[in-house]
């Protein structure tokens, strides 16, 4: 699938667990300040470890003015006009790791126990079939063990454990996991699966 076509893929709805119903699409600029309201929303557990101060106006500004679809395909999640979750897709379109993408995911508080993290979580690993790249891999920290429990399902592994390796904004020390997902075996699969159909119809 050419990644015009999987763009042109949201806008799309979705029923969360007990009906409550919200909207996957793309970012773009406009989102702005629906984007530094939405982290700025989050409880301080919540942005302890964010790579970036993303409550900083400049730092949203330069997420949003430096935005291609080519190096990142960012999906928000709105409940009406709010973002209620925040989950891009990231890749390098160049370098010795351009087949690996990584996957981040941050949603609003009560919207999680929803099933809302595990949609965007499949949104995210079926574009990077889509894309064709082989591997996945997240951060995190030990203390996010829903994010874990979701990733595990998808099939990621735990793939490092780097220990003290991050800080959070009080300097306090945390572990850091890598998790991969090999892709590349899921098209293998895939391609297995297909070519024993062929097999058992020409037999």
């Given at each position: ?48 470890f964010l790579k970036e101060d993303m409550t ?148």
């Amino acid at each position: 699938m050419e990644k015009k076509d999987i763009l042109r893929l949201y806008p799309k709805d979705v029923t969360l667990r007990g009906g409550q119903k919200v909207t996957i699409r793309l970012m773009t600029a406009a989102d702005e300040e629906a984007l530094l309201e939405f982290f700025r929303s989050l409880p301080e557990k919540d942005r302890l470890f964010l790579k970036e101060d993303m409550t900083d106006p400049q730092v949203i500004h330069r997420w949003v003015k430096n935005l291609d679809y080519n190096r990142v395909i960012p999906l928000l999640a709105f409940s009406g006009e709010r973002i209620v979750a925040d989950a891009p897709l990231l890749m390098n379109t160049h370098g010795w790791s351009r087949h690996v993408g990584e996957f981040r995911l941050v949603v609003s508080s009560d919207f999680r126990r929803l099933g809302l993290g595990l949609i965007l979580s499949k949104e995210l690993f079926f574009l990077a079939l889509s894309l064709k790249l082989e591997k996945l891999m997240a951060e995190t920290v030990e203390e996010h063990v829903a994010i874990i429990r979701i990733l595990k399902s998808l099939g990621f592994e735990t793939e490092a454990v780097l220990k003290d390796h991050v800080k959070d904004i009080h300097g306090n020390p945390h572990n850091l996991l890598i998790m991969t997902h090999d892709v590349k075996s899921v098209w293998k699969r895939m391609e297995d699966v297909i070519r024993d159909s062929f097999a058992d119809l020409s037999g």
